[in-house]
């Protein structure tokens, strides 16, 4: 890689309306892309991710590095969030807590964090001691508001750009509720938890893309997440099944580059690790121009697009994002 960051990198001013960035920061694997190595190089850490039964030594850089991300993206998603609340159960700070802290020290006033709502709050299954159980706080109004949606924008304010629901990809019919029983739970949680035009929701089952579902987004101002993940169709497939409609209230939309489609996530983690490379053959085709057309689509209806990326949905987003920059440049 390059011995400082390139020019290449950088996509804060690529349209008033558009924000790009990243899903987790810190890879050092972006050294010489993002982080300066005469800065940072020596100041790496590492830690041991267990994927699919193998183990991975990841090397990462210190949260301080954050502030030479925002010199090149404009949003990033702190993927930690969704592993834990912020407060725990006697509204204590958790770790968690702490570490979004260290984050607020180095945002300037313009830089925008998406926090992912924790899978506590939207999985409906959670995987304990090994097996998969039913997660009694589904969707419990309650504790999201208490021990995270508060705390959180107490902490961060305006710098949060988004909150992301992710519900886990349910492929058996038994595992997941008729679509307007899960449409009804939704209804039920958006009337309870307070108003936030920062809400948005990624459904990553298929089958429940349909017209019960969409109308409590739009109800509720929650924009759908459109999101290029293993099991999904394709996004604009996603975008036609809610009737080619942004739906968030803020004017608002997110598209997320997950993994490449009909691959599943510990396999494109072992494909893109560790991240300092664009992997051949890996990205999906027309994932890009895709992405570049969407943008368009939501300028052109006063919409503000975020474009999260994520290394495993080719071997490494800073590429990705220069790809899909260009493709916007070109087209628009």
């Not at 038994?174 to 679509?179: D, F, I, L, T, Y």
Request: aromatic letters at 12%; a neutral charge.
């Amino acid at each position: 890689m390059n011995d400082s960051p390139s020019r290449d990198f950088r996509f804060r001013g690529l349209h008033p309306m558009v924000r790009i960035g990243t899903a987790s920061d810190r890879y050092a694997g972006w050294l010489g892309q993002i982080y300066s190595p005469e800065r940072f190089g020596g100041r790496v850490s590492t830690r041991v991710n267990r994927v699919g039964g193998r183990s991975f030594q990841e090397t990462v850089l210190p949260v301080e590095s954050v502030e030479e991300y925002f010199q090149h993206f404009a949003v990033l998603e702190l993927d930690s969030t969704f592993y834990s609340l912020l407060l725990d159960e006697q509204l204590q700070p958790t770790p968690l807590f702490r570490l979004l802290e260290k984050y607020r020290t180095y945002l300037k006033q313009e830089d925008r964090l998406i926090l992912k709502v924790p899978q506590t709050i939207c999985a409906r299954r959670l995987l304990r001691r090994g097996e998969f159980t039913e997660n009694p706080d589904c969707f419990r109004a309650d504790i999201f508001t208490s021990r995270f949606l508060e705390p959180a924008t107490a902490l961060l304010g305006e710098s949060i750009a988004a909150f992301v629901f992710e519900q886990e990809y349910l492929r058996k019919e038994e595992e997941r509720a008729p679509v307007r029983e899960f449409a009804a739970l939704l209804e039920r949680f958006f009337s309870e938890v307070p108003p936030d035009e920062r809400y948005h929701m990624e459904v990553r089952t298929d089958a429940l893309l349909q017209e019960p579902y969409f109308r409590v987004l739009e109800k509720f101002g929650i924009g759908q997440v459109l999101s290029h993940w293993t099991w999904l169709p394709s996004l604009k497939a996603q975008f036609r099944k809610s009737g080619k409609r942004f739906l968030n209230s803020g004017s608002s939309a997110l598209i997320r580059l997950m993994t490449p489609r009909g691959i599943r996530y510990e396999k494109a983690y072992a494909m893109a690790f560790p991240f300092d490379r664009e992997v051949e053959g890996m990205m999906t085709p027309g994932m890009v121009e895709q992405t570049a057309d969407l943008m368009i689509t939501a300028i052109e209806k006063g919409v503000t697009m975020h474009v999260v990326i994520n290394n495993r949905a080719g071997g490494n987003a800073p590429l990705i994002a220069g790809m899909v920059s260009k493709a916007f440049s070109e087209q628009f």
